[in-house]
Each structure stands twice: as C-alpha cells, then as structure tokens.
C-alpha cells in the first residue's frame, strides 16, 4: 500500500522532490502547501514541472489543510535559512500531528545537539515522542557529502588525522536570488558584511555535520572556528539569479573547522565561484562547474571527488535533485523507525532501493 504524503515548499528543492513524490508508486500524493500566493489553485503536476495529466492535488497556502489531510508523513522543504523559526514551529505542528516529517529545514535539525538550544531541541522531541512521530533532515551541503559518504569511508581507516569535506563551485547557473544575495552577499559591496558571514553563522549552518561527523568518528570537539576570504568581480557580468556588478563580491571560501585536541580534526571547506577567472589560487573541481570532496588523511588517506551530473541540467541541478533524492528515498525507513529526531548516524546506507525508471 502506498505511503500517504503531503508536500510543503516548492522551491530549488524542493519542486524536485515533489516531482519524485508524483511518480515514484512507493507514494501517494495526498497535500501540497505553498507560500506564494500565485501558486495557490494550482495542480501539483504543474508546479513540479511534469509535463502530464494533473494529480487533482492542488495547492494551498494552509497548513492545517495539509494536517487535516492525515499524512503519513510530510516532505517539508520550505525555505528555512531566512525564516529557522517559522520552519521549526511548522515541523512541531506536524510532529504534534502523528506526522512524521521528512525534509530539507531547518538545518539545525540534522545534528541539533550542541547547535540548538536545548529548549528547541527539547520542544521537537516532546512534540514527536508523544505523538509517536520521527523527523530527518538533510541535504546535500550540509548533507550527504559531508556525513554519509566521509563516514563510509572513514570506516576503513585504521586512525585518523583529518577530515576535510568541500565544496567547489561555480554557483552562476544557481538561480536562487534569497541564498545568493541575502544569505551570501553576492553582487553586494565588499565592505557590507553577508548573513553568512555574521559572526557565529557558518558555526551554525554548519556545525551540525561538524558534531554528527564527531560522534560518528567517536571524538568530541573542543571548538569550532570560522574563517572566510571573499573576491571582487573584475567587471560587470550577469548570472542566473540577477547582476553582478564590477568590484563587488563575485567569489567567496570559507571554512568551518572543528577542533579536537587542539588541532582542526574536521573541515568543512566551500570554494564558491561566479566565474572561473576569479580566485585562481583557490582549489578546482574535478570536472567543469563544480564537485564535492572528501579528503581523510590517516591510515589509509583518502581523496574522493563526487562529480554530480543530470541529463536535465548542470552541476548545480544535479546536486538539488541528489538533495531531494536523499529526502524522498528516506521515507520508509524514517516512518518505520522509532520517534525521535533521526541523523544520518541513525538510518542505514541505503535508505530505499528506489524504482527502475521507465
């Protein structure tokens, strides 16, 4: 019997995972919630992009419809990196449903431990251990490329020095105009200082996979250090999300290293670019427009490049569909786990066999 899932949030990612959730027979398609008006009314199919007959499920900008559709289980990939309170008060009205929740945000939900305070994390594991409900957040970075893959691999090793994970790419395809402005202060001046970059911020966004790597290593971090350098565009050029005018910022590296015995044991590690030309000295991917990295040094040593391709689109595509993959392919083993705030550490490698496209 199909599994009965509502959808909330239609962006980059979350279209892709609607898109799955339409075709895949392991579901059933039950709500669909939105946040733009223009959207509400509007089939389900449509709004994946699905070039087939309508679903008959149509949007609503109503959560409690959605609840009253008596889910199994929601995919909630809502935007979060801008609104991490209003994600997390609607994944607790989920939980507090009996709905087990699946999805991309908040981020603080992947690892909450030591990332949320301890009221928050608190306030979610009350509302899904009474209510027998579970949720698992993830994505891809922070994500899979940078807890499911260095921990297999890091389960081969004799000891360990470092773990470094990175991403490397060429973000000008990426047409998210909030992330790319807003949060990482593209096209902005040099001198205005971006949400990402606020002191404590790359911490947070990141330090979930910094400790969830730590306890699935067996060690624990001291502390975590931010550090970034950014670049200017040398003229004027224009990406998929907007304008990026000459002298302002048009590449950006940034790390986010986890201390351990007073030595940076975990390393998360972003060369993000709008063209090739800027920050030469920077690492490079391994195929044109971007990869992600994994490099363990210890016994054995490590360099592991993950190339994601698409038959629909670039570098950046393919790694939102990845994203929306590991949401959607986790549902039954979420829904046939216990309650609870589920990790990476928690699921199995596989979380689903998936289908055979026809």
Same mark, same amino acid.
């Given at each position: /019997?199909?599994?009965?899932?509502?959808?909330? *949030?239609? *962006?980059?990612?979350?279209?892709?995972a609607?898109?799955q959730?339409?075709?895949?027979?392991?579901f059933?398609?039950?709500?669909?919630?939105?946040?733009?008006?223009?959207?509400?009314?509007?089939?389900?199919?449509?709004?994946?992009?699905?070039?087939?007959?309508?679903?008959?499920?149509?949007?609503?900008?109503?959560?409690?419809?959605?609840?009253?559709?008596?889910?199994?289980?929601?995919?909630?990939?809502?935007?979060?990196?801008?609104?991490?309170?209003?994600?997390l008060?609607?994944c607790?009205?989920?939980?507090?449903?009996?709905?087990d929740v699946?999805?991309?945000?908040?981020?603080?939900?992947?690892?909450?431990?030591? !990332?949320?305070?301890?009221?928050?994390?608190?306030?979610?594991?009350?509302?899904?251990?009474?209510?027998?409900?579970?949720?698992?957040?993830?994505?891809?970075?922070?994500?899979?490329?940078?807890?499911?893959?260095?921990?297999?691999?890091?389960?081969?090793?004799?000891?360990?020095?470092?773990?470094?994970? /990175?991403?490397?790419?060429?973000?000008?395809?990426?047409?998210?105009?909030?992330? /790319?402005?807003?949060?990482?202060g593209?096209?902005?001046?040099?001198?205005?200082?971006?949400?990402?970059?606020?002191?404590?911020?790359?911490?947070?966004?990141?330090?979930?996979?910094?400790?969830?790597?730590?306890?699935?290593?067996?060690?624990?971090?001291?502390?975590?250090?931010?550090?970034?350098?950014?670049?200017?565009?040398?003229?004027?050029?224009?990406?998929?999300?907007?304008?990026?005018?000459?002298?302002?910022?048009?590449?950006?590296?940034f790390?986010?290293?986890?201390?351990?015995?007073?030595?940076?044991?975990?390393?998360?590690?972003?060369?993000?670019?709008?063209?090739?030309?800027?920050?030469?000295?920077?690492?490079?991917?391994?195929?044109?427009?971007?990869?992600?990295?994994?490099?363990?040094?210890?016994?054995?040593?490590?360099?592991?490049?993950?190339?994601?391709?698409?038959?629909?689109?670039?570098?950046?595509?393919?790694?939102?569909?990845?994203?929306?993959?590991?949401?959607?392919? !986790?549902?039954?083993?979420?829904?046939?786990?216990?309650?609870?705030?589920?990790?990476?550490?928690?699921?199995?490698?596989?979380?689903?066999?998936?289908?055979?496209?026809?």
């Amino acid at each position: /019997m199909p599994i009965r899932v509502a959808h909330v *949030g239609t *962006g980059n990612v979350g279209r892709l995972a609607l898109r799955q959730l339409i075709d895949d027979p392991r579901f059933d398609l039950v709500g669909l919630a939105v946040s733009s008006p223009e959207k509400v009314g509007k089939d389900a199919a449509e709004l994946a992009g699905l070039d087939h007959a309508p679903t008959g499920v149509v949007a609503t900008d109503d959560l409690d419809a959605i609840i009253a559709a008596e889910p199994d289980c929601a995919v909630y990939c809502a935007m979060g990196d801008t609104r991490p309170v209003e994600s997390l008060d609607d994944c607790v009205r989920l939980l507090s449903a009996g709905i087990d929740v699946v999805g991309s945000a908040p981020g603080t939900l992947q690892f909450p431990w030591g !990332a949320m305070p301890s009221k928050a994390i608190a306030k979610v594991e009350s509302a899904a251990e009474s209510n027998r409900s579970s949720i698992f957040i993830t994505g891809v970075d922070p994500g899979f490329a940078n807890d499911l893959i260095p921990l297999a691999f890091a389960g081969t090793c004799q000891h360990i020095e470092q773990v470094r994970c /990175m991403e490397i790419a060429d973000y000008a395809t990426y047409d998210g105009a909030t992330v /790319m402005f807003d949060v990482m202060g593209f096209g902005k001046p040099m001198d205005e200082t971006p949400m990402l970059f606020l002191p404590g911020v790359l911490g947070l966004a990141w330090g979930t996979t910094i400790r969830q790597l730590a306890a699935g290593l067996g060690v624990e971090v001291d502390e975590i250090v931010e550090r970034y350098e950014d670049l200017p565009a040398p003229d004027d050029f224009d990406i998929a999300s907007g304008h990026i005018a000459a002298g302002t910022r048009a590449a950006v590296r940034f790390e986010i290293i986890g201390m351990v015995a007073g030595k940076p044991f975990i390393v998360i590690e972003h060369v993000t670019r709008l063209r090739d030309d800027v920050g030469d000295d920077w690492a490079r991917p391994a195929q044109p427009g971007g990869c992600y990295r994994v490099e363990i040094v210890g016994e054995p040593s490590y360099r592991v490049d993950i190339c994601p391709t698409s038959q629909h689109g670039d570098h950046n595509h393919a790694a939102i569909v990845a994203a929306a993959g590991r949401i959607v392919n !986790a549902i039954p083993n979420v829904l046939d786990g216990p309650p609870g705030i589920r990790t990476t550490l928690d699921l199995p490698l596989v979380t689903a066999a998936g289908t055979v496209a026809s």
